[in-house]
């Protein structure tokens, strides 16, 4: 089945340490995102890739670094520089369509700080 | 800067009320807005509604968006427990692949 693949779903990071979530979508989608969410919040944009070694910074990219040699992966590196990372992280993807875009949703990662 | 603000944040109701969820945008160049409801953990897509396509409906769901007034509402009619999510609301601008959430509105239903 089609779909977006993220993992690790739960992960402890060491203060100090750099962590990557993976995500890999097998949808043929061009563009990729990657959210992060605090609790009882919204959806904020950390970065997106509309193409294969292309990518853009989102609202709150310090802190976190993305690659996109393929266009079915964009993996997410949670840097030491990222003051608070603990979060939960959502990867999706977009196939562009005529009348507008869809998003399809990763089931997400929770990261926490020990 | 691209901005969506959603309200209320938060809603407790009853079983069977009626709530009207509120989503405003800035964006340059328009192309969609979406409804999201999110439980527990990816959320699910609920609706999508563009220029050629301004009102939606799904059983007892439905959405109207005002480009006039650049907002949306999400109705919900005789509410129910698992009604009970988070609903999030984002906005797609021309030019870019860019999508922009709001903060969502926390709906609680109460039996």
């Excluded at chain 1, 979530?21 to 919040?41: F, T, V």
Aim: proline fraction near 3%.
């Amino acid at each position: 089945d089609g779909g977006i693949t993220q993992s690790p779903k739960y992960l402890f990071r060491k203060e100090g340490q750099n962590v990557t979530l993976s995500c890999e979508q097998n949808l043929n989608h061009d563009a990729m995102y990657w959210y992060r969410q605090d609790p009882g919040q919204g959806l904020r944009l950390i970065y997106y890739s509309q193409i294969v070694n292309d990518f853009q910074k989102g609202d709150i990219a310090e802190g976190y670094s993305v690659s996109r040699e393929k266009k079915e992966s964009f993996p997410l590196t949670v840097t030491s520089a990222q003051k608070n990372p603990t979060a939960f992280y959502l990867c999706a993807s977009t196939v562009s369509e005529r009348s507008g875009n869809t998003i399809y949703f990763g089931e997400g990662s929770w990261l926490t700080v020990v | 800067e691209d901005k969506v603000v959603q309200s209320p944040l938060s809603l407790v109701v009853h079983e069977g009320d009626t709530v009207t969820l509120n989503c405003s945008y800035e964006v340059t160049n328009f192309r969609s807005l979406l409804w999201y409801k999110q439980e527990k953990k990816a959320p699910t897509f609920l609706f999508m509604l563009t220029s050629s396509g301004i009102e939606k409906k799904s059983g007892r769901l439905s959405s109207i968006l005002d480009k006039k007034e650049l907002s949306s509402i999400l109705n919900i009619t005789a509410t129910q427990t698992g009604d009970s999510a988070i609903y999030l609301c984002a906005v797609k601008s021309g030019g870019s692949e860019k999508l922009v959430f709001g903060k969502g509105t926390k709906l609680t239903v109460n039996p």
